[in-house]
């Protein structure tokens, strides 16, 4: 037999044959037995033979699948502890990102994109309008808005400042904002038309945000639409 064929595969040789004639008179002459009997001799020898072969075979291509079994789970566990250690180092290296960098992983509220543009006018015009006082269409135009953000960024919205009032010499605590924006103000006489439609839905938006009541604002759109379309 081969050294590397698999004796489970091996069919036995004819032993009638003349090939093993040798090997059956040597039997004959030792044994004094006929050729029949020496042929089935060496058959049984070889069967033997065969289920030793077996055996080995078997013995060892257990201990080569048990050898690669190992293998194979050492390597897994290899595997899998590396894995496990880049996943902490990677855990451990999130975490110093979070400490170092805080302000980056605040949580925010997601919620949706606001509906209307915001408006930001003066804080002087936006008391006025929780007031329901009277209030200049030049608050709400695009000068009126550049103005209260030119203020707003330099001068405390409460600060407040003593001046003269009147001809009796008489002093008075005054807005330091109002006072910087009034003498810019433009009379609502004097806005331009394409000024007062810069200023109407603005002012309309801001008396929704003040609570006004609804038919006030309705009222107010109503008179600025008749304004609008009048004929003169």
Do not use: C
């Not at 194979?72 to 502890?81: G, I, T």
């Not at 880049?86 to 999130?94: C, G, I, M, Y």
């Not at 309008?129 to 030119?150: H, M, V």
């Not at 707003?152 to 409460?158: G, L, P, Q, R, W």
């Amino acid at each position: 037999m081969h050294p590397h064929q698999n004796p489970h595969d091996v069919h036995p040789p004819d032993f009638h044959s003349d090939k093993y004639a040798p090997s059956r008179q040597n039997l004959v002459n030792t044994f004094h037995i006929t050729q029949e009997v020496a042929a089935q001799q060496l058959l049984d020898l070889w069967r033997a033979q065969n289920v030793l072969d077996r055996q080995e075979w078997d013995d060892e291509h257990e201990h080569v699948a048990a050898q690669e079994l190992q293998r194979r789970e050492q390597a897994r566990q290899e595997r899998e502890e590396a894995e496990h250690r880049q996943q902490e180092e990677e855990d451990e290296a999130r975490k110093e990102e979070r400490k170092k960098h805080r302000t980056k992983f605040l949580p925010f509220a997601d919620v949706p994109p606001p509906l209307t543009i915001p408006i930001t006018p003066s804080p002087l015009a936006l008391r006025k309008l929780q007031k329901g006082e009277y209030i200049p269409l030049y608050f709400f135009t695009n000068k009126g808005l550049a103005d209260a953000q030119s203020v707003s960024h330099s001068v405390d919205d409460e600060a407040y400042a003593v001046r003269p009032e009147g001809e009796d010499g008489l002093h008075a605590f005054v807005s330091i904002a109002a006072a910087k924006i009034k003498p810019h103000i433009i009379v609502d006489q004097d806005l331009t038309w394409s000024q007062i439609d810069e200023a109407t839905h603005r002012m309309l938006q801001a008396m929704k945000e003040a609570h006004w009541p609804a038919d006030r604002v309705d009222a107010m759109f109503q008179f600025w639409m008749n304004l609008a379309s009048h004929e003169w």
